[in-house]
């Protein structure tokens, strides 16, 4: 089975959340589109890597969850990326280092100003 990078995307929100994530909220955690995200979740569930599951309070809404083999699957693909990114940096400087960081906190805080403007 090949793990598309759309896949990928939706594993880590997932992962993080034990209790799973409702649709529109996953879509907007991995920056898809709530139609791209109802393709892509018919595929992962028909893989066996995500359940849909009926939330406790209202039966019509669906929280999306990781079963046993979606954890699993998700902690290895983290960890594997997470070797892959450490690679991409094993020879910079310290000095590189610290001015990627700034770099890096700049952007962050752009796009957290972008997404509160977005929810007005």
């Known amino acids: 089975m090949g793990f598309s990078e759309g896949r990928f995307v939706l594993l880590l929100p997932l992962h993080e959340e ?8 996953l879509a907007r955690r991995a920056g898809v589109t709530r139609a791209t995200i109802t393709g892509v979740l018919d595929n992962l569930e028909r893989d066996g890597i995500v359940t849909r599951r009926a939330c406790s309070s209202d ?29 991409l940096f094993s020879d910079v400087t310290a ?22 403007r977005e929810e007005m």
């Open 18 to 25: 034990r209790e799973g994530l409702f649709p529109h909220e």
């Open 59 to 87: 039966r019509w809404k669906l929280r999306v969850c990781l079963p046993e083999t979606g954890r699993d699957m998700a902690a290895r693909l983290y960890r594997s990326h997470t070797d892959w990114v450490a690679s």
């Open 95 to 116: 000095e590189e280092a610290r001015v990627l960081d700034g770099l890096f906190e700049r952007l962050s805080r752009r796009l957290e100003a972008d997404a509160k």
